[in-house]
């Protein structure tokens, strides 16, 4: 698994992700279709699954393909170089940034110009910088369709992705660190310092781990650090990351403590709406991706 | 008699509740390359530069080259580790890393599809091997590149392994590339 970001991000949502916003929902229900929480359990034992077997030819015969591959390796041979389609998309961004040369010579030569000049003798001279300003000013246009088009390419393409938040104080002993662990061995440590311990109680999330995870069902390990819950154990909840989106599991510490155990975290998920129109400003763009914050979504 | 009296539906509703629990949870056969777009994610989510390196099929194999459940294995040159992930019905069944080295080459893009590759595996001997052993089946096929091509080591192959009780399997290799059928040999 891959990670996004390294160091925790403290999410300050405080007050208004739990305080009631008629004019956010009003807004989402006229735009979007309604979010999914799904209230997931967190597991004291490690769910079991079917073990199927897989890849059983080569298993059975590791040793006879390994020796033809090391066969294939002494053995010289004149390699030739395969040749594919190239992307359109790449022969665009060669253009625009032909494009982006262009514009930066003309704004240069003109700088230039006006560096030479330093005094303004007669009205043409006061067209000529009107001109040049307009000039500019359509140069900055172009660049703004031409950001907008590597937007929509960019960010337009959301990959499997989970985002793990904690919010909620808890009912008794005191969080130090919380600790994920992905199946396939990815362990993210995330400590809280009093602030941030502070801000999830009063409805703030902290986001512990944000990264590409496949997309299939799996078990996120949890291990709660700190007064009262080193001795409580470890904590399982299976996810199945949708494909091509960005998957939220937050768990909710406010109603737990380390004499309920593990099992006293609640914890849900949702996914984050997609939209299309990315090219939009966010105060147009109503199917721009968002996740706004309410009780259930931080 | 009344058309419009209430007809016992109970025999009905029993039956379509049979098929349902009978069909749940079986996935159809499908071709090789069904599955490929799903691991290739999950492939790139475990590590960037993960190639496929080699597929198989995990469950019986039908006649027309479909399969319930496909592993695809990628290789990742970063970790020096292999990856393997098995897909069913549109899902990853099963992903673990495998416990071997395996380094191989990636597989060619746009390689045949598995229908295709058995049809020519079929015309290449495995019919008539099928047609003159008693129980004879086709066991495996495997998508690999290098390790079963003696002219071209370069060449990504299907190779296809047919079981007969008490006889040498026969061994069918096919291009991926123009489904020629390469070579056999029994063993």
Same mark, same amino acid.
């Given at each position: 698994m891959r990670m996004r970001h390294a160091a925790p991000v403290l999410l300050l949502l405080l007050a208004p992700a739990f305080a009631p916003r008629p004019a956010a929902a009003a807004k989402n229900a006229g735009n979007l279709p309604p979010t999914t929480v799904t209230t997931v359990e967190v597991e004291r034992e490690r769910p079991v699954r079917e073990k199927l077997p897989t890849l059983r030819f080569l298993r059975a015969n590791r040793d006879f393909i390994r020796a033809r591959f090391d066969r294939l390796r002494e053995t010289s041979r004149v390699s030739r170089a395969g040749a594919g389609n190239v992307d359109p998309r790449f022969l665009e961004y060669r253009r625009l940034l032909t494009e982006i040369a262009a514009g930066k010579d003309s704004v240069t030569v003109n700088s230039d110009a006006r560096e030479r000049q330093?005094? %303004?003798?007669?009205v043409e001279d006061l067209a000529a910088l009107e001109r040049e300003l307009d000039m500019m000013e359509q140069l900055l246009n172009q660049q703004r369709t031409r950001l907008g088009y590597l937007q929509a390419d %960019?960010?337009?393409?959301?990959?499997t992705e989970l985002d793990l938040v904690i919010t909620g104080g808890a009912l008794a002993g005191q969080v130090d660190s919380v600790r994920v662990t992905l199946e396939d061995g990815t362990s993210v440590a995330s400590s809280l310092t009093e602030t941030q311990r502070g801000s999830i109680q009063h409805g703030g999330a902290l986001e512990v781990f944000r990264g590409l995870v496949e997309p299939r069902p799996q078990v996120i390990e949890i291990a709660l650090m700190g007064e009262g819950w080193s001795g409580t154990g470890h904590g399982f909840v299976t996810i199945e990351p949708v494909r091509d989106r960005l998957t939220f599991l937050k768990l909710d510490l406010s109603q737990a403590s380390p004499k309920l155990g593990i099992g006293s975290l609640a914890a849900s998920t949702w996914l984050l709406e997609t939209g299309t129109d990315v090219t939009r400003a966010p105060s147009q763009a109503a199917g721009t991706p968002q996740a706004e914050a309410d009780r259930d979504r931080p | 008699m009344d058309d419009r009296a209430p007809r016992n539906t109970f025999p009905t509703l029993i039956a379509a509740a049979a098929l349902v629990l009978l069909f749940a949870g079986t996935a159809t056969a499908a071709p090789a390359r069904s599955g490929l777009e799903l691991a290739s994610a999950a492939a790139q989510a475990w590590s960037a530069d993960a190639q496929l390196v080699y597929v198989e099929n995990d469950e019986a194999l039908e006649?027309?080259?479909?399969?319930e459940r496909w592993s695809y294995l990628f290789y990742s040159t970063s970790q020096d580790r292999a990856r393997v992930w098995s897909v069913r019905g549109g899902k990853i069944a099963v992903a673990e890393n495998l416990d071997m080295r395996f380094d191989a080459p990636p597989v060619a893009a746009g390689w045949l599809d598995s229908g295709t590759a058995l049809a020519a595996a079929e015309r290449g001997g495995g019919a008539e091997f099928r047609a003159t052993h008693?129980?004879?089946?086709?066991e495996t096929m495997l998508l690999m590149r290098g390790a079963f091509s003696e002219g071209d080591p370069d060449a990504t192959t299907w190779t296809f392994v047919y079981r007969a009780a008490g006889e040498p399997s026969l061994f069918v290799v096919v291009s991926a590339t123009d489904g020629k059928v390469q070579r056999t040999w029994r063993g």
């Amino acid at each position: 698994m891959r990670m996004r970001h390294a160091a925790p991000v403290l999410l300050l949502l405080l007050a208004p992700a739990f305080a009631p916003r008629p004019a956010a929902a009003a807004k989402n229900a006229g735009n979007l279709p309604p979010t999914t929480v799904t209230t997931v359990e967190v597991e004291r034992e490690r769910p079991v699954r079917e073990k199927l077997p897989t890849l059983r030819f080569l298993r059975a015969n590791r040793d006879f393909i390994r020796a033809r591959f090391d066969r294939l390796r002494e053995t010289s041979r004149v390699s030739r170089a395969g040749a594919g389609n190239v992307d359109p998309r790449f022969l665009e961004y060669r253009r625009l940034l032909t494009e982006i040369a262009a514009g930066k010579d003309s704004v240069t030569v003109n700088s230039d110009a006006r560096e030479r000049q330093s005094v %303004f003798t007669s009205v043409e001279d006061l067209a000529a910088l009107e001109r040049e300003l307009d000039m500019m000013e359509q140069l900055l246009n172009q660049q703004r369709t031409r950001l907008g088009y590597l937007q929509a390419d %960019f960010a337009g393409r959301q990959r499997t992705e989970l985002d793990l938040v904690i919010t909620g104080g808890a009912l008794a002993g005191q969080v130090d660190s919380v600790r994920v662990t992905l199946e396939d061995g990815t362990s993210v440590a995330s400590s809280l310092t009093e602030t941030q311990r502070g801000s999830i109680q009063h409805g703030g999330a902290l986001e512990v781990f944000r990264g590409l995870v496949e997309p299939r069902p799996q078990v996120i390990e949890i291990a709660l650090m700190g007064e009262g819950w080193s001795g409580t154990g470890h904590g399982f909840v299976t996810i199945e990351p949708v494909r091509d989106r960005l998957t939220f599991l937050k768990l909710d510490l406010s109603q737990a403590s380390p004499k309920l155990g593990i099992g006293s975290l609640a914890a849900s998920t949702w996914l984050l709406e997609t939209g299309t129109d990315v090219t939009r400003a966010p105060s147009q763009a109503a199917g721009t991706p968002q996740a706004e914050a309410d009780r259930d979504r931080p | 008699m009344d058309d419009r009296a209430p007809r016992n539906t109970f025999p009905t509703l029993i039956a379509a509740a049979a098929l349902v629990l009978l069909f749940a949870g079986t996935a159809t056969a499908a071709p090789a390359r069904s599955g490929l777009e799903l691991a290739s994610a999950a492939a790139q989510a475990w590590s960037a530069d993960a190639q496929l390196v080699y597929v198989e099929n995990d469950e019986a194999l039908e006649a027309g080259g479909g399969c319930e459940r496909w592993s695809y294995l990628f290789y990742s040159t970063s970790q020096d580790r292999a990856r393997v992930w098995s897909v069913r019905g549109g899902k990853i069944a099963v992903a673990e890393n495998l416990d071997m080295r395996f380094d191989a080459p990636p597989v060619a893009a746009g390689w045949l599809d598995s229908g295709t590759a058995l049809a020519a595996a079929e015309r290449g001997g495995g019919a008539e091997f099928r047609a003159t052993h008693r129980a004879a089946q086709l066991e495996t096929m495997l998508l690999m590149r290098g390790a079963f091509s003696e002219g071209d080591p370069d060449a990504t192959t299907w190779t296809f392994v047919y079981r007969a009780a008490g006889e040498p399997s026969l061994f069918v290799v096919v291009s991926a590339t123009d489904g020629k059928v390469q070579r056999t040999w029994r063993g």
